[in-house]
């Protein structure tokens, strides 16, 4: 079976109205190859904005959902008003959201749970950091992280994973393309024996870190990867040559 690619771009706490306008009339008036999903994620007030004037088939995703519903929690938004506002996607388990706001992986997995009974897609983001690299343990860490989510969610069709190395995200250093195809080939072998053959066979693996529009093609022709969560370079025009990468 194909997995349809898949482009997300990470804006972060990034722009203004009118960038985020501007970059979002780029990707409109742009050539897309049509066998790519593209998802870009706005901080959270341009979203309906966002959502409002992107077309294309260009959707939009949160950065952020907590695991409450409606209710005494200040600052949260919840998936249901995600929901609400047309919104489908969001980012969960951001390496940036891990280490500065200390999102546990139970935390991230409770999220993830909540968003999916909300009826949101997720963009579940896991990795390692250097220092892990360097020990030897990226691909317990990696399984670590899915664990926990494997723990609260069984049905995993409306998740894709994200693999971001943290030592590779906003840094300019890119996993090689050996890297990333090892990294999420054991992935997709954990799905297979931690949930099923399909779901191994189905979930969209993407490679977060440093992507450009240089070495996007190459990362692109790995069998196990299937996409890109791309940060910085989503806030550039090169964004749509990252998009069409595999055309
Ligand atoms: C990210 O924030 O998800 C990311 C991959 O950032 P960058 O592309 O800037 O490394």
Redo the contacts with the bound molecule.
């Keep these: 079976m194909t997995r349809k690619f898949f482009v997300?771009g990470?804006f972060?706490s990034n722009g203004t109205i009118t960038q985020i306008r501007s970059i979002i009339e780029g990707l409109n008036k742009a050539s897309l190859d049509p066998n790519v999903e593209v998802v870009i994620s706005p901080p959270a007030i341009y979203l309906l904005l966002a959502n409002e004037i992107a077309s294309n088939g260009v959707q939009v995703a949160a950065q952020n959902v907590y695991d409450k519903g409606n209710g005494a929690y200040t600052g949260e938004i919840s998936a249901a008003q995600l929901k609400d506002a047309g919104i489908n996607w969001v980012?969960i388990g951001?390496?940036?959201r891990r280490a500065l706001l200390g999102e546990s992986d139970k935390f991230v997995a409770l999220k993830t749970k909540a968003a999916l009974a909300g009826g949101l897609s997720v963009i579940l983001?896991i990795g390692e950091s250097l220092e892990e690299r360097e020990a030897g343990t990226t691909i317990d860490v990696v399984t670590r992280q899915l664990k926990a989510v494997a723990d609260e969610v069984s049905d995993w069709s409306n998740i894709v994973i994200?693999y971001?190395p943290v030592w590779?995200?906003?840094?300019?250093k890119v996993a090689t393309t050996e890297q990333a195809q090892e990294v999420h080939a054991a992935i997709r072998e954990w799905l297979k024996k931690t949930l099923s053959a399909e779901a191994a066979e189905k979930t969209r693996i993407l490679y977060?870190?440093?992507?450009?529009d240089k070495n996007a093609k190459d990362l692109a022709t790995q069998p196990d990867v299937d996409g890109?969560?791309?940060?910085?370079?989503?806030l550039k025009p090169a964004f749509v040559d990252i998009i069409n990468s595999t055309a």
Aim: charged share 10%; proline share 0%.
């Design positions: 997300g990470n972060k980012i951001h390496s940036e983001c994200a971001e590779a995200i906003g840094t300019g977060g870190g440093s992507v450009t890109f969560l791309v940060g910085g370079a989503s």
